[in-house]
């Protein structure tokens, strides 16, 4: 029986140091994924995860602490999916540049059918608690998110190419008014920008020669979205804010250099 793995790689605006504390040590792990941690973080050491209002539990067993690129998991109790036990879970750290990394979550030995949902959800914590410090962990109480920092969040999101988080930031009753295009929600305006991204331009000049190099898609679309001059706008009756209460915003959508 071949198992479909769950697998994701998030680039990360910090250092890999930063990531590796956050997914070796008790504090870093209730930071992003649940407050409720028990447990010594060292090899053959054991944790067990509570969540809040829920009764279910997970233990993980630490296999491997590899400073500053590796952190492996095996599951040894989960009271709601007994087909945790037995997996494993490891962290994937890489250098991605001066002060950002590469952040990789495998799950093996469950199908992703069964935490791509949830996993989904944490990696995109786990990139917030890295890059705002402030992830979003299960259970954990927080004021409305305020208008500003969805708008930064996504900002973030977008310019790391990570549209499944840019996706979590916005109502799924999007409504958008752009110069081309109008899309009737959420999923269909990330769809279409998630095509974008892969179109650029860049221009230099150079003082002597005064010449310009331009590199451009061959895209119709991605023509038509610059000629617009990334002056898009957004606008969502109901700004999506961590604990779901309605917020109006109109913010300008980062442009990628097109």
């Known amino acids: 029986m071949v198992i479909d793995t769950y697998s994701r790689t998030v680039p990360v605006a910090a250092p890999v140091g930063d990531a590796y504390r956050a997914v070796s040590t008790v504090g870093g792990v209730r930071a992003w994924w649940t407050p409720i941690v028990a447990g010594v973080m060292e090899p053959g050491g054991e944790l067990v995860l509570g969540f809040e209002g829920m009764d279910e539990a997970i233990g993980l067993r630490v296999d491997l602490l590899d400073e500053p690129t590796r952190v492996t998991w095996t599951c040894f109790l989960n009271t709601s999916t007994s087909a945790w036990v037995g997996s494993t879970i490891a962290f994937e750290l890489a250098p991605a540049g001066a002060g950002r990394s590469a952040v990789t979550l495998r799950h093996d030995g469950i199908d992703r059918s069964l935490v791509a949902s949830g996993w989904d959800r944490f990696v995109e914590s786990l990139a917030a608690h890295l890059e705002l410090g402030r992830g979003r962990p299960f259970g954990a109480s927080r004021p409305e998110q305020p208008a500003l920092e969805v708008a930064r969040a996504y900002a973030h999101a977008w310019m790391r190419g990570d549209f499944g988080a840019a996706r979590a930031l916005l109502a799924d009753d999007l409504t958008t008014d752009v110069p081309i295009h109008t899309y009737s929600g959420a999923d269909e305006f ?21 010449t310009t190099r331009t590199r451009r898609c061959s895209s119709s679309t991605c023509t038509a979205t610059r000629s617009a001059s990334c002056g ?11 604990s779901g209460t309605s917020a109006t915003s109109t913010t300008p959508l980062p442009c990628r250099g097109w």
């Open 190 to 210: 990330i769809a279409a920008v998630t095509g974008f991204a892969g179109c650029s331009t860049e221009s230099r000049s150079s003082p002597s020669s005064r």
């Open 232 to 242: 898009w706008r957004s606008t969502s009756p109901s700004a999506r804010a961590s």
